[in-house]
């Protein structure tokens, strides 16, 4: 059964009912996880950051905190960081991909879905082919998705928007429901970096 994406009504439908069925699993983990970060790491708990969703408009995203407070301070003219901003608890939640687990809130609120297009800076949207009318921003931006199983943010940029377009085009419910069920298995690949790898990745040869 194949999904239509243009008007996301069913994703929808599969995003409320799929976190509904699965909130005794993730409501413990969440207030564990906060827990965690309040003892380890102080406040905040949450960090929250603007990103570019459904027709690349903008809407506030939340993360558990996974970096020192002032993180942006210790960035280079290139974007690159100069200095160790990940603590040892962020590490751990964001090789496990635990630090997303907010984004719940997003998809309850219609920001996001379960599945899709990882959700980028509104300043990197001008950098896509097509800007804004690239396909990935056809849909709303993902909690996983294909770039997520295939390697998380280590996978080329080219890549990624090939993958982005497949689920724009391509979205069904066995493709939506698998790329849940796989995602588990691509969070234990120790692939993911810990801190901004753009230099690494971003093969797009677009100016920042």
Not at 131 to 151: D, E, K, V, W
Not at 167 to 177: E, K, P, Q
Request: aromatic fraction near 6%.
């Amino acid at each position: 059964m194949t999904l239509r994406t243009d008007s996301n009504r069913s994703l929808r439908i599969l995003d409320l009912a799929v976190v509904g069925l699965t909130s005794p699993g993730w409501g413990p983990l969440l207030a564990g996880c906060a827990l965690l970060c309040r003892v380890a790491q102080g406040a905040p708990v949450i960090f929250t950051q603007e990103r570019a969703g459904l027709h690349a408009e903008p809407f506030t995203a939340y993360k558990f905190r996974t970096m020192i407070n002032d993180a942006d301070s210790y960035l280079d003219d290139s974007g690159a960081p100069t200095r160790q901003r990940v603590t040892p608890t962020g590490a751990l939640l964001r090789r496990t991909g635990l630090d997303e687990l907010p984004q719940i809130a997003n998809v309850i609120r219609g920001d996001m879905s379960l599945v899709g297009p990882r959700p980028v800076l509104p300043s990197w949207v001008d950098r896509f082919p097509e800007g804004a009318s690239h396909p990935r921003f056809r849909t709303r931006p993902g909690l996983t998705g294909l770039a997520q199983i295939a390697g998380r943010n280590t996978v080329l940029w080219s890549e990624r928007l090939t993958l982005d377009t497949r689920w724009s085009d391509t979205a069904s419910v066995r493709l939506y429901l698998s790329t849940l069920l796989r995602t588990p298995l691509a969070l234990l690949r120790p692939t993911v970096s810990a801190d901004r790898n753009a230099h690494a990745v971003d093969d797009l040869q677009q100016p920042a």
